[in-house]
């Protein structure tokens, strides 16, 4: 998902775990803080361990790690920098402060530190540190230990049943406002359309949501693979159910030609180009089937506004679980080949497919892109349209198009 703020646009993708690694940031440059969320990788903090004041190896992400107060992968008094607003009082301190935009990590942009930002993230103290990667998250009884303020069966984790445990109520200043209310579920991987939606796992430790649209091949985002003037497609998609996964190596890809990571990254003005084709080695679809295109955009507004759409990725905040929304809608389509929509989507949805069912099969319309800023209210979330790449279908699924990985130019710099 990306951000487009302060003239520069920000790629919030491929999370694949509550607790990604990150890199040190510059505090003063927002931009730069919301385009190094673009590539997190699926590194788990690990337990706490000693060191000094911020000589942890979480300190300076502006995520507070320590016990008691964040997430425990600091030992006290090792995170100092990062948990100073927690423990002394929140603030409204940063720089970014008061632009009507949470900054914090994680329910934020990431580019203040957290409790720095307190005007712009009303009420997100109990949704910090939280997540929804119990298994049985979503089903309306709060499954977290006992606990201050929540009364739970303790079949979950602590702090991994968030949305039954603390509500499904999110600012609209969140990057995952969720238009006020988190609706997603969770779903079967063994059944029909679930079980041909699965992740791609980069070998630089990435992840996105991709779908099989072929016997064997994928539709994902572009900038899943495509990142800061270089390809990165090496990787494996792996889908099904936990213990019956089905897994294959991408071999080839396509990309549209005027496709830029930076101009991406910079603007909304390619948005509609954000789509790859992705070729793997093994013929998965003869064996779990997969799911035929439609150009539902361009069949005109009375069919799109009628539209039923079912979305469904890995979110950043799911765990190892397909979660997704079930009867949301597209809200507007654009010339460039997006379209609005009001799916509960986020980080780690990138490349996630958005379907309509029609005579008992679904049909892909469209896939998951960014967030675009919106100054008259909340983040506007973007899709591309299959109307962008359908026309490419045919010709690469038959091997007359395309660029082998790791070919002449699968990685290319500038």
Known sequence: MRIAIVG???????????????APQTPSD???ALAALLRQAAVAKPGARGGGDDSCRWANDRECDEPGVGTGACTSG????DCRWLIGGEAD????????ECDEPGIGTGACVQGSDRSDCPGVSRLRFRNDSCATAFNGVCNEPNQPGIQGDGSCEIRTDRRDCVGAE???TLNDHFFGRDDRIFMDRSQDPWRVIGQ????????????LVGVNVLITAAHCIHTDGRIAAAGRFETGPAGRMSEARITAYLLDPRFDYRRFVGGNDIDGLDWALLRID??????????????????GQGAWRAARLDQAGYSWDTGEHLSGNIGCRMTEVFPDNTFAHECDTTR????????????GRWYVVGVDSNFRSNPKGPRTYIAVSAASFIEHLNAFSAGRTGTPVGGATGTRRK
Request: one cysteine or more; glycine letters at 14%; aromatic letters at 4%.
């Open 170 to 172: 999110r600012p609209l």
């Open 30 to 32: 927002k931009p730069v």
């Open 78 to 81: 090792t995170d100092a920098s």
């Open 93 to 100: 301190a940063c720089q970014w402060a008061r632009d009507g």
């Open 348 to 359: 780690g949805d990138s490349g996630s497919p958005f379907m309509i069912r029609d005579g």
């Open 282 to 299: 093994r013929p998965l679809g003869r064996q779990l089937g997969w799911l035929p295109m439609r150009n539902l955009t361009g069949q």
């Open 200 to 211: 791609i796992h980069m070998d630089d430790g990435s992840a996105c949501t991709a779908t």
């Open 8 to 22: 520069l646009a920000a790629v919030l993708a491929l999370a694949a775990g509550a607790s990604a690694g990150r």
